[in-house]
Nanobody, 124 residues
Framework: QVQLVESGGGAVQPGGSLRLACVAS????????MGWFRQAPGKEREFVAS????????SDASFVKGRFAISRDNAKNTLYLRMNALNAEDTAVYYC?????????????????WGQGTQVTVSS
């Protein structure tokens, strides 16, 4: 079992920045690929970014456009998502997820464990 707890969400003005964190406990963090997903009101959950177990490889959604950066610190069992140039369309609940596999999975079904989510609201 892996437990995931997100933090760092909140309210921010358009153009602002946030850094989300996800602390993992349970099985060795460094063996899991990790990902961020988000779900906006009235929409399905969508992939944001993922990172390989070692942290050497990442993938991200087209809408990221260089604004977001996923990273991990395996020594601290922590996953991060740095988000810059936020806009209203980024308003959503952001979830971290763990996949017991290599690479940078992008599909929800590839992930085995999920956090409870953290709310990000971008508004003036």
């Amino acid at each position: 079992q892996v437990q995931l707890v997100e933090s760092g969400g909140g309210a921010v003005q358009p153009g602002g920045s946030l850094r989300l964190a996800c602390v993992a406990s349970g099985r060795p963090f460094s063996t899991y690929a990790m990902g961020w997903f988000r779900q906006a009101p009235g929409k399905e959950r969508e992939f944001v970014a993922s990172i390989s177990p070692s942290g050497m490889t990442t993938s991200d959604a087209s809408f990221v456009k260089g604004r977001f950066a996923i990273s991990r610190d395996n020594a601290k069992n922590t996953l991060y998502l740095r988000m810059n140039a936020l806009n209203a369309e980024d308003t959503a609940v952001y979830y971290c997820a763990a996949a017991n596999k290599a690479g940078t999975p992008v599909e929800e079904f590839e992930y085995d464990y999920w956090g409870q989510g953290t709310q990000v609201t971008v508004s003036s």
